[in-house]
């Protein structure tokens, strides 16, 4: 399925541009499932980016690039007990199978040079730093917990390393 670049109308790509690499996730988005922040996170980069310009990457890596019928495989495994990570494990799949280096394709495509990244998560901007676009700074971009999320979202701090404050 092709990659999707937004650009807000009016953004110079030739300066810093604000910018989301935002992975599909068919059921926080379109279903508004609250067991991730998926679509919280879409509809508050969607809000940043009207406000201040940029471009959003929508690439599309359902489940962490596992796909719309394993990521539901690993839902009903997380029902029996197995975390985000130990039911991708028991699928024979890698925890995160995402490979960041077409956003920067895209962005290089774009002209783009300098960004400041949406994000919390360190493997992002990993795959930026080892890029030859400068990385201008971290924009943060926490969604407040819900009853059925937090289990989630402990697991994107506790194995991914993901930035839950402004550091
Ligand atoms: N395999 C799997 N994927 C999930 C699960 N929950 C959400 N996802 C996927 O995780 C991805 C989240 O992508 P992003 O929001 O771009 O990125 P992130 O890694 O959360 O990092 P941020 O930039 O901080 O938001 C989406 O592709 C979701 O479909 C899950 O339980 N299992
Ligand atoms: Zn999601």
Do not use: W
């Not at 901007?125 to 030859?132: D, Q, W």
Request: hydrophobic share 40%.
């Amino acid at each position: 399925m092709p990659h999707l670049a937004l650009i807000s109308e009016g953004t110079d790509l030739s300066k810093t541009v604000n910018v989301r690499i935002h992975s599909e996730c068919i059921t926080g988005e379109v279903f508004h499932s609250r067991k991730c922040e998926c679509g919280p996170q879409l509809d508050a980069a969607i809000k940043f980016i009207h406000e201040n310009g940029g471009v959003i990457i929508y690439l599309r890596q359902e489940g962490r690039n596992i796909g719309i019928i394993n990521k539901l495989k690993a839902y009903a495994l997380q029902e029996k007990g197995f975390d985000t990570v130990q039911a991708n494990v028991e699928l024979g799949l890698l925890p995160d199978a995402r490979d960041f280096g077409i956003a920067v394709e895209i962005l290089d495509d774009l002209g783009v040079t300098s960004i400041n990244l949406l994000t919390n998560n360190p493997e992002k901007l990993r795959f930026i730093e080892e890029s030859s676009i400068e990385l201008k700074s971290r924009i943060p971009l926490i969604i407040e917990p819900n009853e059925d999320d937090a289990n989630y979202l402990e697991v994107k701090k506790n194995y991914f390393g993901h930035f839950f404050g402004n550091l």
